[in-house]
């Protein structure tokens, strides 16, 4: 994969993984993806908004999430919060990465039975 196309999932570092995983389940302002990562790794993973904007600021840069407009913003909510969503290749590079984890969890688990 290039980087013009699709950017190589590998390159994702966890917290763009996960807010990308976040944001899978449709569009969210910052403090709804922080509620969101800590609840999908059972409060496991914890972002800091430092590092939640700055890998934002990152995937908007790189083309995989962008932010939504003040129209496409859920009716009633502040025009302070920033909304963000996944775009095409963001949810293709979410894919590729799902993938590539589901086939180390394979490898593991192969490795695993082995050894018992």
Do not use: C
């Not at 403090?31 to 995937?59: A, C, H, M």
């Not at 775009?87 to 086939?103: F, I, K, N, P, Y």
């Amino acid at each position: 994969m290039s980087m013009g196309k699709h950017r190589e999932a590998s390159s994702l570092k966890p917290s763009s993984f996960y807010i990308l995983l976040a944001l899978a389940g449709g569009p969210r302002h910052g403090f709804g993806i922080l509620r969101d990562v800590e609840e999908q790794t059972n409060g496991s993973v914890r972002l800091w908004p430092v590092t939640l904007y700055g890998s934002l600021e990152k995937l908007v840069v790189s083309g995989l999430i962008e932010e939504l407009g003040p129209r496409a913003r859920p009716p009633g909510e502040s025009e302070k919060r920033r909304y963000y969503q996944l775009t095409r290749q963001g949810r293709a590079v979410l894919h590729d990465e799902s993938g590539r984890l589901q086939a180390l969890a394979r490898l593991a688990q192969t490795r695993l039975r082995k050894v018992t």
